[in-house]
């Protein structure tokens, strides 16, 4: 399926119904069956029938229909549409319940049926205070101040007197989530368009820009959601500066928010998917496995509960993180072949959530295959993901355009093709600098390249000794271990001085790991804690 199979808004939302949606929506029309409505279903079975849209083709299944007549009924389908969904998943969610609610409760009022209102209002406040839903809440307590003030309830002074209280406290709190809302969505922004800081002035920025975003009254937080965000914006500020033990310790701290309030698991779904996601990654850049190992089976376990299944995007969302954590150990503990017996399967997936899945994740996902490829030694796999990257559009993830690039370069490299490497070389040092991302590690590597041609393949090893030296000291260089974050480059040169595999080389590490810094790796953690 193409992307432009999805062009169309209506096919769209046709395409993403389940059959009991599908089923509801027919007999949703047919309780009212005008003329009109009785085309639309003509129209709905037409759409649902066809494996991409095309107009033209449409046209000829609906006889008698004229191009500006389809138009209107599409606009008619679209809306009775999400008329019956809305009708269907109201319980399914406390959102569309509380809209609900306050559109039963507008309903009376203009009715004149104030008290029946009143109740009403009542209701839905329970329900937004339960889920911690105070947007509604200030809806709510709006609708009930207007009632209170235009009419006589009979309400108590001390009633009125609560009303003004709550709405100044739901005001701040309000203000609080929307700022720490913004910061972490404006943080998680810039990681999408660069990456990780490529350096000090990047640095110096990110940390300006936090301060002065963060809340003032930071000592004012409570609640869910002021909570939930203030880790959030630390995640990515952490993510993004590469503080990998802060990202671990506010990844945590994210899902503790979930352990303490189980209730909110079925209220903000997405959230608790994204946080699992993120702590995963922060256990992959720790390469705490053990801990990687319980997090993913609690996520998998999550997958097959209710909760996970109920929405097309909790379905999709947790099936993308889940296979990203499963690639990122296989890349983690160096078993590159048995991770690519899962490539065919995760594309598949890929392929069935043609419609719900952005750009920057098949990115991403091209460039983990490739990796695997790698360091399996299938360099032409490799690349051909790689050129999917570079032939694309270059609007997301500089970071990753730029080291799809040199793993590009190095896969070639590895091939022999050596008279593609000087403009190779050339061309994506070019690229590198244009995008201010030129670190140590890669201005030493394109000069170990550059040597390597020049050498006899006798004294190439001593040349790879001492590109390693001049790396391995890099290790603990924040801005220089932002290479070793995309390409295990060190891995590499040492697989070629000690003529192992890739994967040896990573998988001996993996097992030196386990066997002798467990308690040194955890008390890391628990300082990260």
């Known amino acids: 399926m193409t992307p432009n199979s999805f062009t169309d808004a209506l096919f769209q939302l046709v395409r993403s119904l389940e059959k009991s949606e599908k089923r509801h929506f027919k007999l949703y029309i047919k309780r009212s069956s005008g003329k009109e409505d009785l085309k639309i279903i003509q129209l709905f079975d037409a759409l649902d029938k066809l494996p991409e849209y095309d107009e033209k083709i449409l046209l000829k299944k609906m006889p008698g229909v004229t191009k500006p007549q389809l138009a209107n009924l599409k606009t008619h389908l679209y809306k009775q549409l999400l008329a019956s969904l809305r009708l269907l998943r109201t319980t399914d969610n406390t959102d569309l319940q509380l809209s609900e609610h306050l559109d039963y409760a507008r309903l009376l009022y203009n009715k004149g049926l104030k008290i029946q209102s009143l109740k009403i209002l009542e209701k839905a406040k329970e329900l937004a205070k339960s889920s911690q839903k105070f947007n509604f809440l200030a809806q709510v307590i709006s609708l009930e101040k207007k009632i209170e003030t235009l009419h006589i309830t009979r309400s108590t002074l001390e009633r009125t007197e609560q009303l003004s209280e709550e709405a100044l406290e739901i005001s701040g709190h309000i203000d609080r989530v929307t700022r720490l809302s913004n910061l972490a969505l404006l943080l998680y922004r810039w990681y999408v368009k660069y990456g990780h800081a490529r350096n ?60 303490e309030n189980p209730s909110m698991i079925a209220v903000e779904t997405g959230h608790f998917i ?240 386990r066997r002798s810094s467990l308690p040194a790796q955890q008390k890391v953690l628990n300082k990260a804690s």
Not at 217 to 235: M, V
Not at 376 to 400: C, F, Q, T, V, W
Request: aromatic content about 16%; proline content about 2%; hydrophobic content about 40%.
């Open 200 to 259: 000090e002035e990047d640095e110096k920025d990110i940390k300006a820009f936090f301060k002065s975003n963060t809340p003032k009254d930071i000592g004012a937080i409570n609640g869910f959601y002021e909570n939930l965000y203030l880790c959030q914006s630390y995640c990515w500020y952490a993510f993004v500066r590469q503080d990998f033990l802060m990202y671990y310790r506010y990844s945590e701290k994210w899902m503790q928010l979930f352990d």
């Open 274 to 513: 994204k946080g699992m996601h993120n702590l995963l990654n922060a256990h992959f850049d720790l390469r705490n496995f053990r801990k990687f190992q319980g997090t993913l089976r609690k996520f998998e376990a999550f997958a097959k509960t209710p909760v996970a299944s109920h929405h097309d995007n909790f379905r999709t969302h947790t099936s993308i993180y889940i296979n990203v954590a499963r690639i990122n150990w296989h890349l983690m503990t160096g078993t590159f072949k048995e991770g690519l017996a899962i490539v065919p399967q995760v594309e598949e997936k890929l392929k069935e959530y043609a419609l719900y899945v952005d750009r920057h994740r098949i990115l991403v996902f091209n460039y983990k295959f490739a990796t695997l490829y790698f360091g399996a030694g299938k360099y032409e796999e490799s690349i051909d993901y790689l050129m999917k990257i570079i032939n694309g559009p270059l609007d997301l993830r500089h970071d990753l355009q730029c080291y799809a690039r040199l793993l590009n370069l190095m896969a070639h490299y590895e091939m022999g093709n050596y008279e593609l490497m000087e403009s190779l070389i050339k061309s994506v040092y070019r690229f590198m600098a244009k995008m201010k991302n030129l670190t140590v590690v890669e201005e030493e590597m394109f000069r170990f390249l550059r040597r390597s041609f020049s050498v006899s393949p006798r004294l190439l090893k001593p040349e790879l000794v001492k590109f390693l030296e001049k790396i391995k000291h890099l290790e603990k260089n924040r801005f220089e271990t932002r290479a070793f974050a995309y390409l295990d480059v060190i891995s590499w040169v040492e697989s070629k001085v000690y003529d192992q595999p890739l994967g040896t080389i990573i998988k001996n590490k993996h097992q030196q790991s």
